[in-house]
């Protein structure tokens, strides 16, 4: 079992930038895809961005391609969410997602019921 934490959240302005950073506990974080979502008010919780085990591949909801970049430190336990050029738009509680994956296949999921472990959520707003 793998429990997740995110944090960097704030208010911030149109055009700024805000990293986010998720800490799992445990000693099999390199097993987990991750992944990143968010939910604005009345709206459903959508995909931002996934990375695979090693790091090597990644990829983007075409709203974030080209502004957002996710990586990770499998020594650090710790998955981060670089945000730039942030829009209005981008406003939402974001959060963090955890799938085991064992064997060599490279797998990344994309959609919330693919992942079986969510942190609480960061709330970001992105305002004049």
């Known amino acids: 079992q793998v429990q997740l934490v995110e944090t960097g959240g704030g208010l911030v302005q149109p055009g700024d930038s805000l990293r986010l950073s998720c800490a799992a506990s445990?000693?099999?974080?390199?097993?987990?895809?991750m992944g990143w979502f968010r939910q604005a008010p009345g709206k459903e919780r959508e995909f931002v961005a996934t990375?695979?085990?090693?790091?090597?591949?990644?990829y983007y909801a075409d709203s974030v391609k080209g502004r957002f970049t996710i990586s990770r430190d499998n020594a650090k336990n710790t998955v981060y969410l670089q945000m730039n050029s942030l829009k209005p738009e981008d406003t939402a509680v974001y959060y963090c997602?955890?799938?085991?994956?064992?064997?060599?296949?490279?797998?990344?999921?994309?959609?919330?019921?693919?992942?079986?472990?969510w942190g609480q959520g960061t709330q970001v707003t992105v305002s004049s």
């Open positions: 990375i695979t085990r090693s790091g090597d591949t990644t």
């Open positions: 445990g000693r099999t974080f390199s097993s987990y895809v």
């Open positions: 997602a955890a799938r085991q994956v064992v064997g060599t296949v490279v797998m990344v999921f994309t959609s919330t019921p693919q992942y079986d472990h």
